[in-house]
Each structure stands twice: as structure tokens, then as C-alpha cells.
């Protein structure tokens, strides 16, 4: 079982999936029997976690065969980079089914299953066209489920979303099979394998350049990172909760993984000289898209916008090229992921309950809904950096990492910070906590079932604000491995 532990883990949603499909058409129970999946996989995970060795490298791993003659195998594991992104994942989604519990249909919770097979699988591959063929596989359920329960101008969004992600990973595959035939006339073997692949020594530094920039193009549109940004704001605004949830919580995540995952290991020289400029753009992403949420109206798209600043803020401290940045920046993933998850989660029930999104409809819903509002008042204040939540800890950690790479550059990430907190607080006063202009909205406070499901959320924000190192302490030797041994620039700290 110990060996195997990964597949089944990818593997055991979209089995689940295809047989809920031709066995039942009862909604209720596709819903109960995806929900008891997510579950087994939390347990799963938490059994990885525990068994997890920081300081020993790559482990769980499984590397065999699968397309021999070109050297293409099955290969995955986990390291401390994708154990803390798995274990995020783990805990996110199940507690999300019971906040989209009603109301879904069997189309819907069978996509669900389907995504979590292909980001796990995302996560979790080292054969670089593994990781590409569940790239692809996570893509499709969210388009079908934009495409058939989204609202608005869902067919058009639909349509946008993938001319955006097939465009840049048909770059990246084609910079995969270019490295791969670099690999065999070296070599005289074929191999897609990751770590492999930083044995290759024909390349030249053009070369290099530009397969970085194919690689980077297809990772910058899922993160997003300015200028490839434009596809998120309509597809945030048009797509069902779930699929907004997914995209924004754990999908988007993954393009800041596969940069730490595949670019820095590959492409060590080139990630290093073009670092200060992307510090600069993750910067300028930061007030960019802060300034930009500011300005609206809609809740979700006003999300967008924050969510692509923070992302932004995150793709900066990827590249400040010492442990505080790109520990922090992995810390913001986990913290990013669970408060704006949660945001999303609460905005969509805020639509479904009174039917609007726009801020200036809203107001007065803290007093009918006193645990509805005491949570998204916390998981607001961990996403601006409140001190004591998780935000305020991995923020703090960019903002050293930033000022450690140019002092200049920490001085204004410092500063910046300010516009995200001026707009959720903003947003908050007019939408949650002030009265409404004519008629009371009528809103319910939170289920049972919805409470229980956001409370380990709520339980994470403070442990991960007070006790960081319990987390931290799991993937900081491999962040130390990255920074000593593959870019050889020292673990500054």
C-alpha cells in the first residue's frame, strides 16, 4: 500500500467518477459517495504527512515505464514542496462539498472528482509529459462545468479560458519534446524524466532562454501573471462557485509550483538573470490588480482582481532568490488558498441566497447572519495580513525575502500591501456590515454542515498564524536543497 499510496490517491476519483456515471442516476447519492471519496484521500494524506521525512528528498516515488520506446514513464512522487500543496488540497476539497451541498447536479460532483484526479496528478508527476497529460486532464471538467453551469456570457468565457490555456501549453509541449530530443541526441536514450533533463549540457543559452519563456507562458496564464491576465476576470465572474473555487484556490497554485517544480531545476542560470524583472512584474501585478479591485462593483470580480494581486505578490517572492521569499511564498500559497477559497465559498452563497453580487445591492447581512459574517470577517483579515493569521506570516516573510533580494523593491512590496487591505475592508463596510438602501435583504446565517465544513479552515488560519514552523519546518530543507544546491547561491536567512 506504502508504495503505491500515490496512485491511489490520483487515481481513486476519477475510478469513483466513471463508475457513479454508468451505475446510478440519483444525485444525492453521487454527492454522498464523492464526498466519503475526498474523505479516504484526506486520510490518506494525513498518513503521508505523518510518514514524511523532511530532510530526505523525494519520497512515496513510483517510476516505471509507460510509453518505453520514448522513454516516457510514470514517475511520481513527493517532496516537501508538493507535500504541503497536497495536503492543501486534501483538506480543501472535501470541506468545500459540504458548502456546495445543495443544489448540484450528478454532472456537477462527477467534474468535481474528475479536477481532483488531475491536479493531484499535476502535483505530483516528474515525467514531464506525465505532468503534461494531467495538466490537460485537470482543464477539461472546469470548462464543462463553466460551459454548462456557469451564468452570463458562459459559452464566450468558456471559449476564452481555453484559446488561453491551450495556446500557452502548446508552447509548453513544444519545449518539452525540444528538451527531450536535446536529452536523446546527447544521450542517445530517450527521457522525459525532470531530473534527467538537468543533465543536458547542448543547449545553448538562446536556446534556453526561449524554452524558459515557452515554459513560463503556459505557467504565467494559469497563475495569472500580468499581462496574461485578462482571461480570469470574466471566467471568475461567469463560472459556477465550485469551478471559481477550484481555479482560484488550488488550480491557479499549481502554475507557482510547476515554475519552483520544473524551471528552477532546468533552467537554473536563466531563472536567476531574469529574477529581478520578476520581481518587478509580480510587483507590479501587486498594485496593478490592487488598484483595479478597488474600482469594482461585483464581488467576484472584485475577487479576481485580489486574487490576481496576491498571486502576483506570490510570483515575486518566487524569484527574490533567498529561503525568506520563497519560503513565504509558499506560505502565501497555502494561506491565499484557504482564504480566498473560503471568499469565494461565501460569496456564491451570498448570490444564491439574495441573487445579487454587485456591491451596491447588498449591505445588512451581518444582522441576520452573525456566523456567516464572523467568518468571512476572519478569512478577509488572514487574506490582507491581519498579525495572528497566516497571511500576516507568509506577507511578512515576502516582504524580508523582497528586501533581502533589493532593498528598494521590500520597501515599496511593503507599502503596496496597504491597497489590498483599503479594498476587502472597504468592501466589507458597504456589502456585509452596513444597512441596505430600501428594502432588507433577506439572508440566512450559516448550515450546521456549512460551519463544520469552513471550521478547519477557520482552525488553520490561526494555527498556521501562531505556530508557523509546524508547517514551515516540512518543506524548508527542500527550499535549502533548491537555493544550495541546484541554483548554488546559498540559503540566505
Do not use: C
Not at 470541506?95 to 499535476?122: D, F, H, S
Not at 491581519?386 to 521590500?410: A, K
Not at 475592508?425 to 458597504?430: A, G, I, S
Amino acid at each position: 500500500m506504502s508504495a503505491n499510496i500515490l496512485s491511489f490517491i490520483i487515481f481513486i476519483p476519477a475510478v469513483i467518477a466513471f463508475g457513479l456515471m454508468i451505475t446510478t442516476k440519483h444525485v444525492e447519492t453521487v454527492r454522498n459517495i464523492a464526498f466519503l471519496t475526498t474523505t479516504v484521500i484526506l486520510a490518506l494524506v494525513l498518513k503521508i504527512y505523518i510518514d514524511f521525512e523532511p530532510s530526505a528528498g523525494m519520497q512515496f516515488v513510483t517510476n516505471v515505464p509507460w510509453i518505453a520506446s520514448y522513454g516516457i514513464n510514470y514517475y511520481i512522487g513527493v517532496d516537501g514542496f508538493s507535500l504541503t500543496i497536497l495536503m492543501m488540497i486534501a483538506i480543501l476539497i472535501p470541506t468545500a462539498y459540504l458548502l456546495l451541498w445543495e443544489g448540484r447536479t450528478k454532472g456537477y460532483w462527477i467534474n468535481m472528482l474528475l479536477v481532483q484526479t488531475g491536479v493531484t496528478g499535476t502535483l505530483l508527476a516528474l515525467d514531464v509529459i506525465l505532468f503534461y497529460f494531467f495538466w490537460e486532464v485537470m482543464l477539461l471538467p472546469v470548462f464543462l462545468m463553466i460551459g454548462i453551469y456557469g451564468f452570463g456570457e458562459k459559452i464566450f468565457t468558456t471559449i476564452k479560458v481555453t484559446v488561453y490555456t491551450m495556446a500557452g501549453s502548446l508552447l509548453m509541449f513544444v519545449a518539452i519534446l525540444y528538451l527531450g530530443v536535446a536529452y536523446h541526441n546527447e544521450f542517445g536514450i530517450w527521457s522525459f524524466q525532470y531530473d534527467n533533463l538537468t543533465n543536458i549540457t547542448i543547449l545553448t543559452y538562446s536556446e534556453k532562454m526561449w524554452l524558459f519563456l515557452a515554459f513560463l507562458s503556459a505557467f504565467a496564464i494559469k497563475i495569472p501573471i500580468f499581462p496574461l491576465h485578462t482571461w480570469i476576470m470574466e471566467t471568475y465572474k461567469n463560472a459556477p462557485t465550485g469551478a471559481v473555487f477550484l481555479l482560484s484556490s488550488i488550480m491557479a497554485k499549481l502554475g507557482v509550483y510547476a515554475i519552483v517544480r520544473f524551471l528552477i531545476p532546468i533552467f537554473p542560470e536563466i531563472y536567476i538573470e531574469f529574477s529581478t524583472w520578476f520581481v518587478f512584474i509580480g510587483l507590479f501585478g501587486l498594485i496593478y490588480f490592487g488598484i483595479a479591485a478597488l474600482m469594482q462593483d461585483d464581488i467576484k470580480r472584485m475577487f479576481a482582481y485580489s486574487s490576481a494581486s496576491h498571486l502576483s505578490f506570490i510570483a515575486a517572492g518566487i524569484f527574490s532568490l533567498n529561503a525568506f521569499g520563497i519560503n513565504g511564498a509558499l506560505y502565501l500559497i497555502i494561506a491565499h488558498a484557504i482564504a480566498t477559497g473560503a471568499l469565494f465559498l461565501l460569496v456564491g452563497l451570498i448570490h444564491d441566497e439574495t441573487g445579487y453580487k454587485t456591491i451596491k445591492d447588498l449591505g445588512g447581512l451581518a444582522k441576520g447572519a452573525p456566523i456567516f459574517t464572523t467568518i468571512f470577517a476572519i478569512m478577509l483579515f488572514a487574506n490582507v495580513g491581519l498579525p495572528g493569521t497566516n497571511g500576516f506570516v507568509s506577507e511578512l516573510l515576502i516582504i524580508f525575502g523582497i528586501y533581502e533580494f533589493n532593498h528598494t523593491l521590500g520597501y515599496i512590496s511593503a507599502l503596496t500591501v496597504i491597497i489590498g487591505a483599503s479594498y476587502m475592508l472597504w468592501m466589507f463596510q458597504r456589502a456585509i456590515l452596513q444597512d441596505r438602501v430600501g428594502e432588507p435583504l433577506k439572508f440566512r446565517d450559516l448550515k450546521i454542515k456549512e460551519i463544520v465544513g469552513l471550521a478547519p479552515w477557520v482552525f488553520l488560519v490561526f494555527l498556521m498564524g501562531i505556530y508557523p514552523d509546524v508547517f514551515i519546518d516540512k518543506f524548508e530543507p527542500t527550499v535549502t536543497h533548491y537555493l544550495n544546491d541546484i541554483l548554488q547561491i546559498g540559503a540566505t536567512k
